[in-house]
């Protein structure tokens, strides 16, 4: 039995090399930069709560490193300032702490695009964290994945299942290339437990690689097929119209595409499989027999089709205030007067609360476009829509029988927040 530091143990790979670990009888306790429910959904591991990001000194992991035998940093993030801390900070700081207590080894999940010649900053924080470790003295091990996929998804394969499910055509970027050779989650899970318990893994740096190399249509066909859409057309654009949507996509810092998932897909994530295979022992399932052999449900479907809808939904919700708040100031003059008159207020409480309406308004927002998770955005759209209602349906009853249903409409509305608290969160 070894004793595990698995760092990232709340991502989509890491929750996975937990899992394998603890089957194999290892002792587990994972990082998380939050750990809420995640001991009851994988017992018998220990999670720490630590932010990866502000973990960059030595004293940070003195504590963390006591007693462990093996790291595994299955920590990572494709975009945003965060990257050159987690990549290579984030890490230069465990190895510095790891002579002090002891730690011999350490095994680090990359990127199979961690090459000099990749220009985009998510591949080349990559290759600096590879660097780090290499030049550590400890034993290392490098695993350089390509497109990792399971039942569940996040990030890339998300991406790729939105893209599948897209009605009346799917769009590609044009030419030739745009390879993977993608490898199930649980097969890599199994090489990071073959390397774990095996000491001669040391020094080695390895490309988990499924047996197939595809190209990212015929990727997107297999996610199609498996979801039960049908056949499609696709729709080849041209790679200066790419670089167009996925700048447009850069604006939004977690929206669905951006320039760095496209220059990775650029890049090629292509490995040899066979060459893998031979030297960890073990054989990946192809992706046609994966898939084959986990059925989509309905689940999955759902998750396809609201990839792209998730983000429009914030979007309009987003707009629905703004546009509010200006009409709020620009033309609800005559309406506040009705509604202070009927409910007998002072003259003087007009332009307060008009103004006051309109600026709460603005801000919810700003609450919809920038709170990540949509918990607060959901109850403050929930308590001032409540409001308005309630408030302007006493004050003006008539409105309730207004054939153009502007109190009406609220009730859909109601149902449009409530679906957005529901999938905002993408983790």
Same mark, same amino acid.
């Given at each position: 039995m070894m004793r595990v530091l698995v760092l990232g143990a709340g991502g989509f790979i890491g929750r996975h090399i937990v899992t394998r670990l603890l089957a194999e009888g290892h002792a587990v306790t994972g990082t998380a930069r939050s750990i809420a429910g995640l001991e009851a959904a994988m017992p018998g591991a220990r999670f720490v709560q630590i932010d990866l990001a502000k973990a960059v000194?030595?004293? =940070?992991? =003195?504590?963390?490193?006591?007693?462990? +035998?093996?790291?595994?940093?299955?920590?990572?993030?494709?975009?945003?300032?965060?990257?050159?801390?987690? =990549?290579?900070?984030?890490?230069?700081?465990?190895?510095a702490a790891a002579s002090s207590v002891g730690l011999q080894r350490v095994i680090l999940v990359s990127a199979i695009s961690a090459r000099a010649d990749v220009p985009t900053d998510y591949a080349q924080s990559k290759l600096r964290g590879e660097q780090v470790l290499r030049a550590s003295g400890l034993a290392w091990t490098i695993l350089r994945p390509s497109l990792v996929y399971a039942e569940g998804s996040y990030g890339g394969t998300s991406l790729l299942r939105g893209l599948a499910a897209l009605p009346f055509a799917v769009p590609v970027p044009a030419g030739e290339g745009y390879e993977f050779s993608p490898i199930h989650v649980d097969d890599l899970a199994e090489t990071v437990a073959r390397v774990t318990a095996g000491p001669g893994f040391a020094g080695q740096t390895l490309e988990p690689c499924g047996p197939e190399t595809l190209s990212h249509r015929e990727i997107l066909k297999r996610y199609r097929a498996w979801l039960g859409f049908g056949r499609t057309r696709y729709l080849a654009l041209p790679l200066p119209l790419m670089q167009v949507i996925a700048r447009l996509g850069d604006l939004w810092?977690?929206?669905?595409?951006?320039?760095?998932?496209?220059?990775?897909?650029?890049?090629?994530?292509a490995g040899d499989g066979a060459?893998?295979?031979?030297?960890?022992g073990t054989s990946p399932r192809s992706?046609?027999?994966?898939?084959? +052999?986990?059925?989509?449900?309905?689940? +999955?479907? *759902?998750?396809?089709?609201?990839?792209?809808?998730?983000?429009?939904?914030?979007?309009?919700?987003?707009?629905? *205030?703004?546009?509010?708040? *200006?009409?709020?100031?620009t033309q609800g003059a005559e309406q506040t007067h009705d509604v202070v008159r009927s409910l007998a207020l002072p003259s003087g409480f007009e332009d307060p609360l008009r103004i006051g309406a309109s600026l709460a308004d603005a801000g919810l927002a700003a609450l919809v476009l920038f709170n990540r998770k949509g918990r607060w955005a959901t109850w403050a759209q929930l308590a001032v829509i409540g409001g308005y209602t309630a408030v302007i349906g006493w004050a003006l009853p008539g409105l309730w029988l207004d054939p153009l249903g502007p109190l009406l409409k609220n009730l859909p509305i109601l149902a449009l927040v409530l679906v957005h608290g529901a999938i905002a969160d993408s983790r």
């Amino acid at each position: 039995m070894m004793r595990v530091l698995v760092l990232g143990a709340g991502g989509f790979i890491g929750r996975h090399i937990v899992t394998r670990l603890l089957a194999e009888g290892h002792a587990v306790t994972g990082t998380a930069r939050s750990i809420a429910g995640l001991e009851a959904a994988m017992p018998g591991a220990r999670f720490v709560q630590i932010d990866l990001a502000k973990a960059v000194e030595p004293e =940070h992991w =003195h504590g963390l490193l006591n007693g462990i +035998d093996v790291v595994v940093n299955a920590a990572g993030v494709l975009r945003g300032p965060e990257m050159e801390a987690i =990549h290579v900070a984030m890490p230069g700081a465990l190895i510095a702490a790891a002579s002090s207590v002891g730690l011999q080894r350490v095994i680090l999940v990359s990127a199979i695009s961690a090459r000099a010649d990749v220009p985009t900053d998510y591949a080349q924080s990559k290759l600096r964290g590879e660097q780090v470790l290499r030049a550590s003295g400890l034993a290392w091990t490098i695993l350089r994945p390509s497109l990792v996929y399971a039942e569940g998804s996040y990030g890339g394969t998300s991406l790729l299942r939105g893209l599948a499910a897209l009605p009346f055509a799917v769009p590609v970027p044009a030419g030739e290339g745009y390879e993977f050779s993608p490898i199930h989650v649980d097969d890599l899970a199994e090489t990071v437990a073959r390397v774990t318990a095996g000491p001669g893994f040391a020094g080695q740096t390895l490309e988990p690689c499924g047996p197939e190399t595809l190209s990212h249509r015929e990727i997107l066909k297999r996610y199609r097929a498996w979801l039960g859409f049908g056949r499609t057309r696709y729709l080849a654009l041209p790679l200066p119209l790419m670089q167009v949507i996925a700048r447009l996509g850069d604006l939004w810092r977690e929206g669905p595409v951006s320039s760095v998932s496209l220059n990775q897909l650029i890049a090629g994530n292509a490995g040899d499989g066979a060459a893998f295979s031979s030297a960890v022992g073990t054989s990946p399932r192809s992706m046609a027999n994966a898939l084959r +052999d986990q059925p989509a449900q309905v689940q +999955d479907r *759902w998750h396809a089709r609201l990839y792209f809808l998730a983000p429009t939904i914030r979007c309009v919700l987003a707009l629905l *205030w703004l546009v509010s708040a *200006w009409l709020g100031l620009t033309q609800g003059a005559e309406q506040t007067h009705d509604v202070v008159r009927s409910l007998a207020l002072p003259s003087g409480f007009e332009d307060p609360l008009r103004i006051g309406a309109s600026l709460a308004d603005a801000g919810l927002a700003a609450l919809v476009l920038f709170n990540r998770k949509g918990r607060w955005a959901t109850w403050a759209q929930l308590a001032v829509i409540g409001g308005y209602t309630a408030v302007i349906g006493w004050a003006l009853p008539g409105l309730w029988l207004d054939p153009l249903g502007p109190l009406l409409k609220n009730l859909p509305i109601l149902a449009l927040v409530l679906v957005h608290g529901a999938i905002a969160d993408s983790r």
